[in-house]
């Protein structure tokens, strides 16, 4: 399993990105893909996890904000991130597990990570 994310760049305050995972090797069918986060000298935090399902869960910083969807086929997971603050500056990263597990908001419950992507959000 493999997964490639890009999308990150840089955005005034207010602004929007959108991110992207592609995952490769397997589908979706009843795992978890999430997004997680880690700004400098921080730790790697929860921003949002998608079940197979459907169902979404969101940190409550980003929630009403941020939304995780997947495409039609499954194998791509987006974040799109509106009204963006600073500090959502982080290195935002996607991984991904099977099966799903209540403690889907834990790092190390993820076994397949992707590469990271920066997001940068100033003035």
């Known amino acids: 399993v493999q997964l490639q994310a890009s999308g990150g760049g840089f955005v005034q305050p207010g602004g929007s990105l959108r991110l992207t995972c592609v995952v490769s090797?397997?589908?979706?069918?009843?795992?978890?893909i999430a997004w997680f986060r880690q700004a400098p000298d921080k730790e790697r935090e929860f921003v949002a996890a998608?079940?197979?399902?459907?169902?979404?869960y969101y940190a409550n910083s980003v929630k009403g904000r941020f939304t995780i969807s997947r495409d039609s086929a499954r194998i791509t997971a987006s974040l799109q991130m509106n009204g963006l603050k600073p500090e959502d500056t982080a290195v935002y990263y996607c991984?991904?597990?099977?099966?799903?597990?209540?403690?889907?908001?834990?790092?190390?419950?993820?076994?397949?990570w992707g590469q990271g992507t920066l997001v940068t959000v100033s003035s």
């Open positions: 991984a991904a597990r099977w099966p799903h597990t209540v403690q889907y908001y834990y790092a190390n419950q993820y076994s397949y």
């Open positions: 090797g397997r589908t979706f069918s009843g795992g978890t």
């Open positions: 998608l079940r197979e399902n459907g169902q979404t």
